[in-house]
T-cell receptor, first 111, second 115 residues
Framework: SQQGEEDPQALSIQEGENATMNCSYKTSINNLQWYRQNSGRGLVHLILIRSNEREKHSGRLRVTLDTSKKSSSLLITASRAADTASYFCATGRGGGNKLTFGTGTQLKVEL | GAVVSQHPSWVICKSGTSVKIECRSLDFQATTMFWYRQFPKQSLMLMATSNEGSKATYEQGVEKDKFLINHASLTLSTLTVTSAHPEDSSFYIC???????????FGEGSRLTVL
């Protein structure tokens, strides 16, 4: 069964605005990852945050993890039209390479 | 970064036929690969874990006789959808675990349409 739920399901913003997506999960995890998927394409790994980390940055991306609330957020700052895609959180269990994906957020960044 | 190639990227077949999808790790060896299925506007659902040299481990609810997985070499896993029906139409994505760097790499996906 699906582990993570993301909200919002869809998000539409203007270029230059920040986009925040949230992910909640149900069981304990080794790590949580965020992926991006352009329509009809494969997944691109964005960032991984380990269970003992609380915040991580990568370029315009900022990820937080709250293991007590079993939740994570992905913030994309100064969004661009090219950021339009679906974003998925994924939690790792066992050795960490077996991933369970969240429901995803479809982000649309308009010019 | 490491590259995972899937072939074919799209396939259309008649109901009742079998379709094979290949997943190759191009510049690394992958003892473990994963197969996912994705319906339109939905998330990825893990179907099975493909282990080189041994039987695949299927997730609950996935018919192993329907979705045959073979991982005969360290760079190739295949998924065969047997006796395909329209409800099998979906986007199938594989991923390969690069153990040296500890990262999972995804293929570009294969879109199956069963008429």
């Amino acid at each position: 069964s699906q582990q993570g739920e993301e909200d919002p399901q869809a998000l539409s913003i203007q270029e230059g605005e920040n986009a925040t997506m949230n992910c909640s999960y149900k069981t304990s995890i080794n790590n949580l990852q965020w992926y991006r998927q352009n329509s009809g394409r494969g997944l691109v790994h964005l960032i991984l945050i380990r269970s003992n980390e609380r915040e991580k940055h990568s370029g315009r991306l900022r990820v937080t993890l709250d293991t007590s609330k079993k939740s994570s957020s992905l913030l994309i700052t100064a969004s661009r039209a090219a950021d339009t895609a679906s974003y998925f959180c994924a939690t790792g269990r066992g050795g960490g390479n077996k991933l369970t994906f969240g429901t995803g957020t479809q982000l649309k960044v308009e010019l | 970064g490491a590259v995972v190639s899937q072939h074919p990227s799209w396939v259309i077949c008649k109901s009742g036929t079998s379709v094979k999808i290949e997943c190759r790790s191009l510049d690394f060896q992958a003892t473990t690969m994963f197969w996912y299925r994705q319906f339109p506007k939905q998330s990825l659902m893990l179907m099975a874990t493909s282990n080189e040299g041994s039987k695949a481990t299927y997730e609950q609810g996935v018919e192993k006789d329907k979705f045959l997985i073979n991982h005969a070499s360290l760079t190739l896993s295949t998924l065969t959808v047997t006796s395909a029906h329209p409800e099998d139409s979906s986007f199938y994505i594989c991923s390969a675990w690069e153990g040296w760097v500890g990262e999972l790499f995804f293929g570009e996906g294969s879109r199956l349409t069963v008429l």
